[in-house]
């Protein structure tokens, strides 16, 4: 049997509710072209495993327990927002993040210990980014304009920073109403 999961950092609730003050602003100013995204879906996937084999889980999950065992706390400055892929036909509207050492290292040991359990890493560089809104499939083109016109107000307007506290692995499942995400594992760094 296999299982979805994946590794994420939490944002914290002051984090959250800025991002939902965000997305509301877009709102208020836009035809209706996005599906915004929860609350209790904003995160920083670390690394999303489509299939993981069940007997994987409980390994995998000591072995970034051990691996991470000494990571101390560490801030993350967010700011602006952006577009993948990009203005001219957008799919996804996101918050970015002000580069972070301790953010890319527990990256790349998260994906060392996937890769070591056979799941394949991630082709494309990690850009750490939180998904706030996602383009609906047919939007006019006079829709569009009137997004870009508020994102090119807007989009320098978000700064927020929280301290990363601990990594968190989830089971996703899916669901007529979307994901639901169960919490396999909380790994806590060091205060």
Not at 55 to 78: G, K, T, V, W, Y
Not at 123 to 131: C, E, V
Request: hydrophobic content about 40%; glycine content about 4%; charged content about 20%.
């Amino acid at each position: 049997m296999s299982l979805r999961v994946f590794t994420a950092i939490d944002l914290s609730p002051q984090v959250v509710g800025a991002m939902q003050a965000f997305q509301r602003k877009f709102a208020e100013q836009i035809p209706p072209i996005l599906r915004w995204t929860k609350a209790e879906q904003l995160h920083i996937t670390l690394k999303f495993v489509g299939a993981l084999q069940e007997d994987h889980l409980a390994p995998i999950m000591s072995h970034l327990e051990r691996a991470l065992q000494n990571q101390p706390c560490f801030p993350l400055d967010f700011r602006e927002a952006g577009i993948f892929p990009n203005l001219q036909s957008p799919r996804i509207l996101w918050i970015g993040l002000l580069p972070s050492h301790e953010l890319q290292a527990i990256y790349r040991i998260n994906e060392s210990i996937f890769k070591e359990y056979g799941y394949a890493p991630e082709k494309r560089p990690f850009q750490a980014h939180i998904t706030i809104g996602r383009f609906k499939d047919k939007c006019g083109f006079n829709d569009l304009q009137m997004f870009r016109n508020v994102y090119f107000t807007l989009q320098k307007h978000f700064k927020a920073i929280q301290k990363v506290e601990h990594l968190t692995f989830y089971e996703s499942t899916l669901t007529p109403h979307g994901a639901a995400y169960k919490i396999c594992d909380t790994i806590t760094f060091q205060a």
